[in-house]
């Protein structure tokens, strides 16, 4: 038996998600859809896909579709996916779920209302580091956590296309990358909720760092989105954050991410890490990870999309909790909540 899916979106990053359906043998591909006239036609020749369209309703209308990834930018993740939840397919989200705050809720209702899957591709969670961090974390070789700093970043690599613009991206690298060590944060930290938020967002070294060799080769004027964010969080468990993140800055990194335990603290980059009093004596420990070449590891993307397809198998959970996706939103639009008002901002929990 194959589970037969669908996706919505067939621009960029599709591509990864067929590739990695492909090396299924269980999974067969049956319809895309994308808005862009020939787009949707041209990508289900690349992959064999048998049915093509501009409106994703059709698709929805498949009943063979079991679920579908979908794959268009930030500010059109809402719609497709509440739709398809209500058509009864599971979903496979591209990340962040959202840019904003009330379209993760619609579609965690939607979730909800239809009891299908709305699993948001975090495919950091399995690679073998992560895996490694969240063993050391669950083990208690920490003690009592503390405080915790997720920062990344790059030094000039601002992207181009839909992601610079508000109406399609809906923000810059608090929702594109910074999403990534918020999630990861939820993962290592079992999801606590964010009860206030102070930060800062920046937009200013995107609209006015011209092209330098090692750059992406962004256009300064097309930059519409913020570049830079820092935020400072704090915790109902006492647990606090500090969380930076940005596409462009004059540095070679501006630290570590780290988990401060009472018993322990957990490097997680640039490199895995955890340090210790052992043996009566101040240990390093450096877990030993594969590297990224096959067959050590799969593209990521192959991973991700096995997990999926099995829990749709099952009828879900999805792995990926929708508690944490929902806490680490919470903090996305504490954080554009603080900036703009330029002081620390309470954090509501939403009714789902
Ligand atoms: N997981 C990763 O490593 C990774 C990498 C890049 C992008 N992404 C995420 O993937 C998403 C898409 O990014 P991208 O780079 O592929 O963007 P993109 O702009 O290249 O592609 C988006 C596609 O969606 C289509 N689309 C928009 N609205 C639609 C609708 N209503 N119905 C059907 N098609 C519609 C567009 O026409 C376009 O072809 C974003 O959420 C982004 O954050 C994830």
Avoid at 50 to 72: G, K, R, W
Avoid at 312 to 318: F, H
Wanted: aromatic share 8%; hydrophobic share 40%; proline share 7%.
């Amino acid at each position: 038996m194959t589970t037969k899916i669908g996706i919505i979106g067939s621009g960029g990053i599709a591509h990864s998600h067929a590739r990695a359906y492909k090396r299924l043998p269980d999974v067969e591909m049956i319809a895309v859809a994308d808005i862009v006239p020939g787009r949707a036609e041209a990508f289900a020749k690349e992959y064999d896909i048998p049915h093509f369209f501009t409106d994703y309703q059709q698709l929805l209308a498949m009943n063979d579709v079991e679920a579908v990834s979908i794959c268009t930018y930030n500010q059109a993740h809402r719609q497709p996916a509440v739709d398809s939840l209500l058509a009864g397919k599971h979903v496979l989200i591209e990340k962040p779920l959202a840019a904003k705050l009330e379209d993760a809720v619609a579609m965690i209702k939607a979730a909800k209302q239809s009891g299908k899957m709305l699993h948001t591709g975090f495919w950091q969670r399995w690679q073998p580091e992560v895996q490694a961090a969240k063993r050391i974390v669950d083990s208690g070789a920490l003690g009592d956590m503390y405080y915790a700093q997720m920062v990344g970043g790059r030094r000039r690599g601002i992207p181009g296309g839909s992601f610079l613009r508000p109406d399609m991206a809906g923000a810059g690298p608090i929702v594109d990358i910074g999403c990534y060590d918020l999630d990861t944060f939820m993962f290592l930290a079992g999801s606590p909720r964010p009860v206030s938020v102070s930060a800062i967002v920046s937009y200013q070294m995107g609209k006015t760092t011209p092209n330098v060799p090692g750059d992406w080769g962004h256009v300064p004027e097309d930059v519409d989105v913020e570049d830079f964010g820092a935020a400072f969080v704090r915790f109902d468990n006492g647990l606090a954050l500090h969380f930076v993140t940005y596409w462009v800055a004059h540095s070679s990194g501006l630290g570590p991410s780290i988990f401060l335990g009472t018993k322990g603290g957990l490097q997680l980059s640039p490199k895995l890490a955890l340090f210790r009093d052992e043996f009566g004596t101040m240990t390093n420990v450096e877990p030993q990870i594969p590297d990224h070449s096959e067959p050590n590891r799969m593209h990521h993307f192959v991973p991700q999309a096995r997990i999926f397809v099995d829990a749709v198998r099952t009828g879900g959970p999805s792995p990926v909790d929708t508690h944490g996706i929902l806490m680490a939103q919470l903090i996305m639009d504490g954080i554009f909540r603080s900036a703009a008002a330029g002081r620390e901002v309470e954090v509501i929990m939403p009714t789902i």
